[in-house]
């Protein structure tokens, strides 16, 4: 009688990549993977075990860097990958995992892996690592011309120095936990690192009135370039904006801190008053531009554990999802 492991290679390579997918599941290397040597083997030479890869601390990290260095690069064809470090990991060590050396031993990460196959990247970094009002930066050390989906949360990318385009499919960026010095450079950022991309999601901790006014303006212009009531009425005296050219959706929201509330609710309705006077008369449904309601800062373990989540909803559908 014909057996599960009698099934062609290239059927049993279909299947189990399609089961690498529900990473809710867990790694398939711990769940297919543990069943018996052949398919153990199989998941291993062929890369399934990398392709949907989840790395939740320091030690996890520096683990799945030693396996790709020891690795063909056809076996390093990785489709969604999610790096975190938190707070509310046990045993976190702030000096052990400095953030100069996370986010060095995930630029090797980047360096290592077949860059053609990457379509969504989730870097998470906690809020101590924040440089006073600055955000860490990270460069990407080699284009990604498969990357659709990119989420960076307490983390911003940097520009490189000589600008060619990073991320030419890149049509959904999402900037989050930023820094209020981090908002003048961000529609720079997304123009050069991903000139294509058509969602933009952005939201920052603890702004002060100035970023909130600073970024109402850039908001003003974009979507004064969008309504062409606005191009119509004083086409010379339109702003250029500087965020990306195909955008067609931007997101904003706040984390303020209970103490600062008070002082910053009329900053946070003059943006909500630019954005909606800027679209016009026009149905505001159709606005491009959506600002979030207000949240006061959280702990950082639910935000971690939203951003996975976010994840994995990508790859299993939010039904399935366990975190």
């Known amino acids: 009688m014909a057996t599960f492991s009698s099934l062609p290679n290239e ?8 089961a690498a997918a529900d990473v809710s599941a867990g790694p ?16 291993e030479f062929h890369g399934i075990d990398v392709l949907y890869t989840f790395l939740r601390e320091i030690n996890s990290i520096r683990t799945f860097l030693d396996i790709l260095l020891a690795r063909e690069v056809a076996q390093k064809q990785i489709h969604s990958l999610l790096m975190t470090i938190g707070q509310s990991h046990e045993g976190f060590d702030e000096n052990f995992a400095s953030c100069e050396n996370v986010i060095h031993l995930m630029t090797e990460i980047l360096s290592n ?18 440089n006073g009002s600055e955000s860490p930066m990270l460069n990407i050390p080699v284009p990604l011309p498969a990357l659709t989906t990119l989420h960076l949360s307490n983390i911003i990318p940097a520009p490189p120095a000589h600008p060619p385009c990073l991320f030419l499919k890149l049509s959904h960026l999402s900037l989050s936990q930023l820094s209020w010095s981090d908002r003048e450079d961000i529609p720079h950022v ?5 000139p294509r991309s058509t969602q933009l999601k952005l939201t920052f901790r603890a702004p002060t009135g100035h970023c909130i006014y600073t970024l109402a303006l850039q908001l003003d212009a974009y979507l004064r370039m969008k309504n062409p009531q ?22 904003v929201g706040f984390y303020i801190p209970g103490s600062t509330l ?31 309601p207000t949240v006061l800062e959280e702990e950082e373990g639910p935000q971690e554990e939203r951003f996975v989540r976010d994840w994995m909803k990508l790859n299993v559908g939010e039904e399935n999802v366990v975190v």
């Open 11 to 18: 059927l049993l390579l279909l299947i189990f990549s399609e």
């Open 28 to 43: 398939i290397a711990t769940t297919v993977g543990l069943v018996c040597k052949s398919f153990h083997s199989l998941v």
């Open 113 to 130: 892996i077949d860059p053609s196959h990457l379509h969504t990247l989730f870097i998470y970094l906690p809020s101590c690592y924040h």
């Open 190 to 194: 997304s123009q050069v690192l991903a």
């Open 230 to 251: 606005e191009t119509k009425k004083v086409p010379n005296r339109i702003p250029l904006h500087v965020f990306p050219t195909h955008l067609a959706h931007i997101t």
């Open 262 to 292: 008070g002082r910053l609710a009329t900053p946070l309705k003059t943006i909500k008053f630019l954005v909606t006077a800027a679209w016009g008369t026009r149905n505001s449904e159709t606005n491009p531009v959506h600002i979030l």
